[in-house]
């Protein structure tokens, strides 16, 4: 787990550091990785020598992608559909 708190410091500190506080404390973990029992917690946790931060998992972890793509697909202009 070491890795994952790793991963994520790094990928925070990319961010300009006026947003890093707002990227803190809307950490949302998605996918298979995020059903590890405890995981959010965790992460949270090991994240608050950097200050405050929330970690959350989405609701439904496998298909949260494939809904967010289909929401996209259901608002795309036709226009995007015709070159398909």
Known sequence: MP???ETTTE????????FQV???NNIVLAGGGSLI?????YL????KEYGPCKVTCVADALFAGSDGALKLAQDMPSKY???L
Not at 44 to 47: E, M, P, R, S, V
Request: neutral net charge; without cysteine; charged residues 30%.
């Open 11 to 18: 990928m925070i500190a990319r961010f300009d550091p006026e």
């Open 37 to 41: 029992r405890g995981i959010a917690g």
């Open 44 to 47: 949270q946790d090991a994240l």
């Open 3 to 5: 890795a994952l708190t």
């Open 81 to 83: 559909w015709e070159t």
């Open 22 to 24: 707002k990227i803190k």
